[in-house]
């Protein structure tokens, strides 16, 4: 089998190029690099340890006195009675 000549790859190029156009196949080559340099922007924010990298710290539950309000609904269900 081999590996393939320029030939190959030159109509496989052709071909290519005949289904997708060049419009488009532009446009996926400039989306394709600006998400490879988002990511590259984003794994150096993280290496370089600044505050926008850093995760939040989790939020706390805060917890009340349990209170029964007649507008209030607990989370546990009630049976009717």
Not at 31 to 49: E, H, I, P, S
Not at 58 to 67: D, L, R, Y
């Amino acid at each position: 089998m081999g590996s393939f000549s320029i030939w190959h790859w030159l109509i496989v190029l052709l071909v290519v190029i005949l289904i997708f156009g060049t419009k488009k196949l532009k446009n996926l080559g400039s989306d394709l690099g600006g998400a490879v340099k988002g990511f590259k922007d984003g794994v150096k924010g993280a290496q370089d340890g600044s505050p926008e990298a850093q995760p939040a710290a989790p939020a706390q539950q805060v917890t009340t006195a349990h209170k029964t309000d007649a507008q209030t609904v607990d989370v546990d269900a009630k049976t009717k009675s």
